[in-house]
């Protein structure tokens, strides 16, 4: 089954995702992960992950900037909660209003 940009490529590793969105935090791109626990049946049907604020400054009300740490973990907590399912992560460029990266963070059981 092929998806996205690295679909040529074998699953990246957890370095090789986290040297994605540290690439992708530094351009300043909007991220979103998403998944699906069966492509084929579902009409190839993204059910979206929240990725909230890694935490908000006290003193100005203002939520921080994302850290690569605080998405893998996301990434993490969507893979507990949906073991079976791929999880896709997106970044999108808000000045060109593309979507600019777009792989396949975690595989179905991946690591057990």
């Known amino acids: 089954m092929r998806f996205e940009t690295f679909a ?8 090789q995702v986290e040297a994605q969105l540290i690439y992708a935090l530094q351009q300043g791109w909007l991220l979103t992960l998403d998944y699906i626990e069966a492509p084929y049946q579902s009409g190839w049907y ?8 890694a935490r908000i400054n006290s003193a100005t009300n203002q939520s921080e900037p ?5 998405v893998t973990a996301q990434i993490e907590a969507c893979a507990r909660r949906h073991p079976f399912a791929f999880i896709r992560l997106s970044a999108f460029n808000a000045k060109t209003q593309q979507t600019d990266l777009s792989f396949i963070a975690r595989t179905p059981q991946e690591g057990s």
């Open 66 to 70: 994302l850290t690569a740490g605080h």
């Open 8 to 15: 040529f490529l074998p699953p990246l590793s957890p370095q």
């Open 46 to 53: 993204w059910f979206p992950w929240a990725i909230p604020p």
